[in-house]
T-cell receptor
Framework: QKEVEQNSGPLSVPEGAIASLNCTYSDRGSQSFFWYRQYSGKSPELIMF????GDKEDGRFTAQLNKASQYVSLLIRDSQPSDSATYLC????????????FGKGTLLTVNP | GAVVSQHPSRVICKSGTSVKIECRSL??????MFWYRQFPKQSLMLMAT?????????EQGVEKDKFLINHASLTLSTLTVTSAHPEDSSFYICSATTGLGSGANVLTFGAGSRLTVL
């Protein structure tokens, strides 16, 4: 059973702070890792994806991947109230079928 | 960018009736689409993989005779919930990938369809 684990939160940070979201996965064969943001009642929207060990930065977002430890994280710098949402970690295992396994998500609240 | 359109966004039906949800890739061809279901405060659970021109592949525990999937063209997949019951009430979301380039593994989601069965 391939599993993706996230702390359900809620994670509460003040506006302007750094929010750190973590995710661990069980399948060592996993190759691609995704962070999606989901507002209440809406479908997920892609924030970032990462394939290689290390950091990947995109604006205020940084994804970090450590395959040896089987974890992936998302840092949000200068957090804004509009960042308040549930963040879903998704993992794709090896193969070509594009199937993703999602974690349950971490609810982030950014307080003004 | 890739856009996936899903319709209807909300549907309320009586128990025992059938409901069809459409998923369209608007600006790309999607040989593969995915159907997810999400219950409140739960994660997305993959129901089935929809392949153009062939039968869908269902995940374990998903009844293929209850959740009928048709992928008749490269831009359209439909999910029909047959003989719906209150426990089928959920948020159904489709997704697709272009399967090309750096975005090959990136899923684009439709807006979702919230089904309420009375």
């Amino acid at each position: 059973q391939k599993e993706v684990e996230q702390n359900s939160g809620p994670l509460s940070v003040p506006e302007g702070a750094i929010a750190s979201l973590n995710c661990t996965y069980s399948d060592r064969g996993s190759q691609s890792f995704f962070w999606y943001r989901q507002y209440s009642g809406k479908s997920p929207e892609l924030i970032m994806f990462i394939y290689s060990n290390g950091d990947k930065e995109d604006g205020r977002f940084t994804a970090q991947l450590n395959k040896a430890s089987q974890y992936v994280s998302l840092l949000i710098r200068d957090s804004q109230p509009s960042d308040s949402a549930t963040y879903l970690c998704a993992v794709k295992s090896g193969g070509s079928n594009y199937k993703l396994t999602f974690g349950k998500g971490t609810l982030l609240t950014v307080n003004p | 960018g890739a856009v996936v359109s899903q319709h209807p966004s909300r549907v309320i039906c009586k128990s025992g009736t059938s409901v069809k949800i459409e998923c369209r890739s608007l600006d790309f061809q999607a040989t593969t689409m995915f159907w997810y279901r999400q219950f409140p405060k739960q994660s997305l659970m993959l129901m089935a993989t929809s392949n153009e021109g062939s039968k869908a592949t269902y995940e374990q525990g998903v009844e293929k005779d209850k959740f009928l999937i048709n992928h008749a063209s490269l831009t359209l997949s439909t999910l029909t919930v047959t003989s719906a019951h209150p426990e089928d009430s959920s948020f159904y979301i489709c997704s697709a990938t272009t399967g090309l380039g750096s975005g090959a593994n990136v899923l684009t989601f439709g807006a979702g369809s919230r089904l309420t069965v009375l």
